[in-house]
């Protein structure tokens, strides 16, 4: 019998042959370094013998595990679990969405907006509004919607402002324990993937976050988008929220590759206002962000009011006849 | 086969309006003190506002039963902390701890609409305005509640501060002296009793500054 060695880094096969029967067994493991020593001998039909011996890394499930527990957990606000998601008490009820429907419809939390970043030559470009809107009644006009994570790396804000402010905090947390372990930066690619894992968690639970990861790490800009469908998607031009369909206007007609840091924070700033001038649910200030090899810098801060009349200025009518004062007999 | 949708609701609304005002060196934080349920008033004097650390005062309207426990969670929370730093904690500390209390309620949250109102640790006012599940920002004034619309465009046209994410920054907190701001909250309130059946009674009003607290009240409407 031959016996034929091999090192598999990928995926094992394993074949089992009895009597007449084969039956296939198949390991596909993914994303994992399998060092293996695989003995298997030459497949003619006959019954023989074969050894594996495999060594697997330890599959880390925890970011995809359900934090939230069933019922009504101990309270966790006494510990202080930092690297575990956090444990949420639960309605005791059998309609759970129903209850969430309604909860949300009474509480009204702020959302609506419009948010945008861009990858080009000289980095990545992020802009947002600073509106927040509860149904028809707008409850601030000076949000914060791009979240400073750390001093490399931004975050947007779109849709619940609570659920996008605590689970980007929650984020800078993690990548800043990520760096103590490791002793250096997380990588853009590692921060959208820890976000969405935990997003994913809680599917169908009723978050609503339309969030953009970007950042410069080693491997220069990075830019990804991530939401509470579990989705995350890596790209060189996004825009999320209500607005985004005016802002993709005007990005797309004036992106290029090319642009420089003034050129391309004009085009930021100019998609943001036109997406306030149409969208009812955004508006206040066009903030305007720039992350670069050096980290994020903030290039901009204007009122989108002013940004209109500095765009269109009134101009004097020009008056073909002018009314006197009647002379009185 | 329809489903028998519940008849009973853990919420209620006790109605009610806060306002806060940051000043350069004072806070004004304000709340009306009628507790409602439906159309009937259940009390003329109950006090809203809550002492949260000697420069933290928080002022919720909503539901007072969830506004109730919220608080009693934060002044533990508070005493832990003291226990632990050996001082007292600081007002954007106080704020970033509300805002995680009521996410950690997100799936059954807070039926509470909450206005911190302090002075930080340079001795500014700061006023923090939340939604019910922890959304929070720092701003130059606030209005919560049934009456909060009624207000908001008030002091929008009285205090409009430049926002704070102009750049170059600009101070958000309010020009006004301490007591043109006490009175302006007056004034507010007895607009908001005219319009909103849930405001009325009395405006219980705290006033912080560098010498300490003070407290006023002021009637209002009782119809």
């Known amino acids: 019998m031959n016996r034929v060695k091999y090192r598999i880094s990928w995926f094992i096969v394993v074949q089992e042959i009895t009597s007449s029967n084969t039956v296939v067994r198949t390991f596909f493991l993914l994303n994992q370094r399998v060092n293996d020593l695989v003995d298997i001998s030459q497949l003619k039909g006959f019954r023989f013998e074969f050894s594996l011996s495999v060594e697997i890394m330890k599959l880390d499930f925890s970011g995809l595990e359900s934090s939230a527990p069933l019922y009504g957990g101990s309270n966790e606000l006494l510990s202080d679990g930092f690297s575990a998601a956090p444990s949420f008490d639960l309605p005791v009820t059998s309609d759970f969405d129903g209850f969430q429907k309604n909860s949300i419809q009474m509480v009204k939390p702020a959302k609506g907006t419009t948010t945008l970043a861009f990858i080009f030559k000289e980095g990545v470009m992020v802009a947002a509004d600073s509106r927040a809107s509860m149904g028809g009644y707008i409850s601030s006009q000076s949000v914060k919607k791009i979240i400073e994570i750390n001093p490399y790396m931004l975050g947007t804000m779109a849709g619940g402002a609570a659920d996008c402010q605590f689970w980007h905090r929650n984020l800078g947390i993690k990548c800043r324990l990520h760096e103590l372990a490791n002793k250096r930066r997380i990588s853009v690619t590692g921060a959208s993937k820890l976000l969405a894992n935990i997003l994913y968690s809680y599917r169908g639970m009723g978050l609503s976050v339309g969030t953009m990861i970007a950042g410069w790490d080693e491997k220069g800009p990075g830019l990804y988008y991530v939401d509470s469908e579990g989705g995350r998607l890596k790209g060189t031009k996004f825009s999320v929220g209500s607005g985004s369909p005016y802002a993709y206007g005007v990005l797309d007609s004036g992106y290029k590759y090319d642009l420089t840091v003034d050129e391309a924070a004009e085009l930021a700033r100019r998609a943001i206002y036109h997406a306030t001038f149409r969208d009812g649910a955004s508006g206040g200030v066009a903030s305007v962000y720039h992350v670069g090899p050096n980290g994020w810098t903030k290039l901009s801060g204007d009122d989108v009011g002013e940004l209109h009349y500095s765009y269109y200025p009134v101009e004097p009518a020009i008056v073909e006849q002018e009314m006197t004062e009647a002379v009185v007999a | ?223």
Request: net charge neutral; hydrophobic share 35%.
């Open chain 2, 1 to 223: 086969m329809t489903k028998e949708h519940a008849n009973w609701s853990p919420y209620d609304n006790n109605g009610g309006t806060c306002v806060a005002i940051a000043g350069a060196d004072y806070c004004v934080i304000a709340a009306d003190t009628r507790m409602s349920t439906g159309y009937s008033i259940l009390t003329r004097d109950y006090s809203k506002i809550c002492k949260l650390a000697d420069k933290s005062f928080m002022a919720s309207s909503g539901f007072q039963a969830d506004v109730k426990a919220l608080q009693k969670v934060l002044s533990s929370r508070h005493l832990i902390y003291q226990h632990q730093h050996n001082k007292q904690m600081s007002c954007p500390a106080m704020a970033q701890l509300l805002s995680n209390t009521l996410y950690y309620k997100r799936f059954f949250p807070y039926y509470a609409f909450n206005v911190l109102g302090g002075l930080d640790s340079e001795g500014k006012g700061c006023v923090f305005t939340y939604d019910a599940v922890g959304s929070y920002e720092r701003v130059g004034y606030s209005a919560q509640g049934s009456g909060a619309t009624l207000i908001t465009p008030f002091l929008d046209n009285q205090l409009k501060s430049p926002s704070p994410l102009l750049l170059p920054a600009k101070d958000a907190v309010t020009p006004l002296s301490e007591a043109e701001a006490v009175d302006l909250v007056k004034t507010c309130f007895a607009s908001a009793t005219e319009r909103d059946i849930y405001t009325g009674d009395s405006v219980e009003i705290i006033i912080l500054n560098a010498n300490g607290v003070r407290h006023e009240s002021e009637q209002l409407r009782k119809d």
